[in-house]
């Protein structure tokens, strides 16, 4: 397949610039080239402009066309938080939490995250692989090309090496990358109960040192109930000195101060967020750390959605994402996430592009390499079935993704 393309006959680039998050006010600006083309060689960026300027003196016939009718085109997504890999489903939880069971009721009687564990332990490599494919097709569909995706439903040694090792073939064999996070620290195992600290030093002495090398970051439930300040504090910092980058769920259910330990630690990201008090989200913003929001999360649990606004407003850099998992939002719909943030969270569409591209990328530490349209940075795009972005928050709750070019690879004709 060639890695070769020239996409032209486009109505508008659309595009965040930069090579790093991007901060407050700034979200809004996006760079708008009309009658636009993208030359890709190689996977790569090679020029980017107007189509009457870039095609001047290029033979075309050295390339594969992708013409795409007069419509816009925009960077693939970055889906930054799931946990799409995972036996079993929930939809017996789901059903109970319509009639009014609280998640974390859920949770402290057995079910929960530890009724996915048993699940995934039981799942052979095979089935878990397959499944993950399926998974990614549908992602590719709606216009991602590059996937984060955590362990975190093994909770035991082998089961979580597996889940990475899924995760790692995913990311050799299929169409989009697959950034990979360690997460044995979702949920203390039955086995552990009561024992919780018992649990907390086997992830930092047995299990982290032989995870180090399957995944580049680590990331914690800090939560009330699940894991404290304290132990989360060690879990990351221990996993700092293995060369692991820090993520955290953060002040999702309960305002425990994880913004704040987010910015304590550089962590790369903080997410969930629905609960983070002021002063956290300063320290997210004076950190430097990508406040990821996941507003399918908050709709599919019935809570209030996270203050996104007020995080721009006040400098944040904000990311979205589908956190796509079988318990508390089975779902990695991205026309649903761009319906709740323009029309729930009052996020600009401008502004939700920026969160899904560039921020997204910064999220998983990408943001040099992936995120936006521009000169030497990946062949990761989106061609629109409409030709002005405007339609994606107007054509609500519609999958407008006709094409996605990963690489220079067209992966949906
Ligand atoms: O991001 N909040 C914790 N973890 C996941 C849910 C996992 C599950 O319910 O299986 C989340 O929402
Ligand atoms: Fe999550």
Not at 74 to 87: A, E, K, N, Q
Not at 378 to 387: A, N, Q, R, T
Request: charged letters at 25%.
């Amino acid at each position: 397949m060639s890695r070769n393309l020239i996409v032209k006959n486009i109505s508008h680039i659309v595009t965040p610039v930069g090579s790093n998050a991007v901060f407050g006010k700034d979200m809004e600006k996006l760079k708008i080239i009309e009658n636009g083309a993208i030359i890709i060689e190689e996977g790569i960026i090679k020029c980017v402009g107007k189509e009457s300027e870039i095609l001047k003196n290029i033979d075309e016939k050295q390339y594969e066309i992708l013409d795409c009718k007069g419509n816009a085109v925009l960077p693939g997504f970055v889906d930054s938080h799931t946990h799409f890999i995972f036996g079993g489903y929930r939809e017996d939880e789901f059903s109970w939490r319509l009639r009014g069971d609280s998640y974390m009721s859920i949770m402290e009687r057995g079910g929960g995250i530890v009724n996915t564990v048993n699940h995934t332990r039981e799942a052979s490599f095979d089935e878990l692989y397959n499944l993950g494919k399926e998974r990614i097709d549908t992602m590719i569909d709606f216009g991602v090309t590059t996937v984060e995706g955590k362990s975190g439903y093994g909770l035991d040694l082998d089961t979580e090496i597996k889940q990475l090792e899924v995760m790692e073939k995913l990311n050799n064999h299929s169409d989009i990358d697959v950034a990979i996070t360690f997460m044995g620290a979702h949920a203390t195992p039955s086995e552990y109960k009561g024992k919780e600290e018992e649990y907390v030093d086997f992830i930092i002495k047995k299990v982290l040192p032989m995870v180090k090398g399957k995944a580049e970051f680590c990331d914690v439930f800090c939560e009330k109930n699940v894991f404290s300040i304290e132990q989360s504090r060690r879990i990351l910092e221990e996993g700092k000195k293995l060369g692991f980058k820090p993520k955290l769920h953060a002040d999702e259910i309960v305002t425990l101060g994880g913004s704040e330990l987010s910015g304590e630690v550089k962590a790369i990201s903080a997410d969930h967020l629905l609960q983070a008090s002021d002063k956290g989200i300063e320290a997210m913003r004076d950190n430097k750390v990508v406040s990821t929001l996941l507003p399918c999360t908050a709709f599919s649990l019935k809570e209030s959605y996270a203050r996104g606004r007020e995080m721009i407003d006040k400098g944040c850099a904000i990311a979205l994402a589908s956190d796509l998992n079988p318990g508390s939002c089975f779902t990695n719909s991205i026309p649903l996430l761009i319906a709740l943030s323009t029309i729930y969270m009052n996020l600009s569409i401008e502004e939700v592009i920026t969160a899904l591209t560039l921020n997204g990328a910064a999220a998983i530490d990408r943001a040099a390499k992936i995120g936006s349209i521009e000169e030497g940075k990946m062949g990761d795009l989106i061609v629109l079935k409409y030709p002005s972005y405007k339609f994606l928050p107007y054509n609500i709750g519609v999958n407008q993704v006709k094409n996605v070019v990963k690489g220079g690879k067209v992966i949906k004709r």
